[in-house]
Structures are given as structure tokens and as C-alpha cells.
């Protein structure tokens, strides 16, 4: 069978209307995943997808890539051969690995009773996002909020950063009033370079959610008609500021090593 070769090819379609626009992805409740790696740890994490394109170059080439698509194939995945100049098309990256799927929208549970959140308040790097999706799933963070002008955590970049963390964390865009209605009754931490109590200092084996804002302008004023406290990560005077995933990720670990070290 010959690879697709059509740019008019109805699953080609689709792909390029996913990848290039959030209002379709969340329509059709469809991503499209790129690389090995990404497809195959979603698929390892319990997501079929509904299709996968490949190329002949990744598949005989042997390899990781020739190892996933009979891997998929077996499974009962539809997987179709396509020209690399309709890959190149389709995909994001500048280099694409030759294996693209298209997967349902991650359908991960909101937890009624949390014991860590985090809250990525106005975040505006994909990456950064991404990255704190993935530390928050490695770590066991129960719920990731992300707050109005927050970038979107299924766009294409972000979905590379967070490697698979969107199907193994539930994440959600809440505004501030329903933040504080839903969790307004945790202990409530903002982070703050001026906070009064250093991140050591808190009792994390109380059920807590984290704010943290973005790197241009901190947290948004509402944060603060939530009762909270400011919390600091201790820097020397020469550092003005963390980055967010970074500020983020001590702060994750530590939360998560103090409740889960502390006697129940």
C-alpha cells in the first residue's frame, strides 16, 4: 500500500487543524503527540490512539521507532505509512522523528478531597508549564489549577515538555472565584521573595495548595482575598528571582517530603 501522500487526506486534515488551533483541539477533544518517546509513554500510560502516522525512513531505520509502531500495530492501532514531506508538514518540531498519533483528551478525575495543588497563576512559557506538569505527576501532586491568561496546557510545545504528565495529572483552568470556592478551604501559600515564612518552615502535612506566579508579574492581586501566607525560598542578594518551574519544583518536593515523611 502506498504511503499517504495527499495534503487533502481527511486524518492529514485533522492533524494540521490540531495541531495549529486550540478552539479544534478542545471541539474534537483530540491532541496530536510527536516523537517516540511522548507516543509511546502516553500509550504506556493506558491512551490508545486513534491513529498514528509514521514514515518508512523511521520505521527501517529499525530502532525504537520500528519497535513502537509494531507495537501500536499489534495493539490494533491504525497506523498508516506517509511521506516525509506530509510528516514535515504536519508536524511541529523542526525535526521530526518520523511518528506522530492523534490521542483522546486526557480524562484524569478532579480529587474531592486533594492534599497538594498547585496553582500556575498567568504563566506564560510553555515550556516552563510543561516542565512543571511534569514534576507535579513525578512527584504525586494531586491537582495542577492554571488561572486565566495561563498558556495553554495542550498546545504543541507544552505537550512535549510535559512528556505524557497531561494523562498521569489532573490539570484545569479555574478563574479565582471558583479557586476560592473550591479550595479556599486547604492552607493556602503564595510565593513571594518578600514572604514572611521560608518554605522549610511550613507544615506541609496539611492538605495545601501552592500558588505560583508567573515571572514577569508574580501572582494576581485576587490571589490574595483568599486567606493565605506568603511563603520564601531563600536566595543570596546577588539573585533576584527564580524561574517558575524551578520555584515550583522546590517547592513540590519539599511539601511532598515533609508529608510523606511525617507519621500519620
Known amino acids: 500500500m502506498p504511503p499517504v501522500s495527499s495534503a487533502q487526506n481527511s486524518r492529514v486534515k485533522l492533524v494540521r487543524q490540531l495541531q495549529r488551533h486550540s478552539k479544534a483541539r478542545r471541539g ?3 491532541l496530536v503527540l510527536e516523537g517516540v518517546r511522548l507516543v509511546r509513554d502516553v500509550f504506556e500510560a493506558g491512551a490508545a490512539p486513534e491513529f498514528v502516522f509514521f514514515t518508512a525512513e523511521a520505521v527501517q531505520s529499525g530502532g525504537a521507532a520500528s519497535d513502537l509502531v509494531a507495537q501500536l500495530g499489534a495493539a490494533g492501532v491504525t497506523c498508516l505509512d506517509v511521506t516525509g514531506e506530509l510528516m514535515r508538514d504536519m508536524a511541529e518540531t523542526e525535526t521530526p522523528q518520523g511518528v506522530l498519533g492523534v490521542f483522546p483528551w486526557p480524562d484524569t478525575p478532579v480529587p474531592d478531597a486533594p492534599e497538594l495543588v498547585i496553582v500556575a497563576d498567568g504563566w506564560r512559557d510553555p515550556g516552563n508549564l510543561g516542565t512543571l506538569l511534569r514534576t507535579a505527576a513525578a512527584a504525586g501532586v494531586d491537582l495542577v489549577v492554571l488561572t486565566p491568561g ?6 504543541p510545545k507544552t505537550l512535549r515538555a510535559g512528556m505524557g504528565a497531561q494523562w498521569r495529572i489532573p490539570v484545569v ?3 479565582w472565584d471558583w479557586i476560592a470556592q473550591r479550595l479556599g478551604g486547604l492552607s ?9 515564612t521560608a518554605y ?5 502535612t496539611r492538605p495545601s495548595a501552592i500558588v505560583v506566579g508567573g515571572e514577569a508579574h508574580g501572582f494576581a492581586r485576587a490571589a ?10 531563600p536566595m543570596v542578594h546577588s539573585v533576584e528571582s527564580l524561574n517558575a518551574a524551578t520555584a ?4 513540590i518536593y519539599v ?4 508529608a510523606l515523611s511525617s507519621p500519620r
Not at 493556602?188 to 514572611?196: I, N, P, Q, S, T
Not at 522549610?200 to 506541609?204: L, P, Q, T, Y
Not at 511539601?255 to 515533609?258: L, S
Open 150 to 155: 495561563t498558556v495553554d496546557a495542550f498546545n
Open 224 to 233: 490574595e482575598r483568599i486567606p493565605h501566607t506568603l511563603i520564601r525560598i
Open 248 to 251: 515550583a519544583a522546590i517547592l
Open 200 to 204: 522549610d518552615a511550613v507544615d506541609w
Open 188 to 196: 493556602f501559600y503564595l510565593a513571594d521573595a518578600a514572604g514572611e
Open 28 to 30: 474534537q477533544r483530540q
Open 255 to 258: 511539601a511532598r517530603q515533609h
Open 173 to 175: 483552568n479555574w478563574d
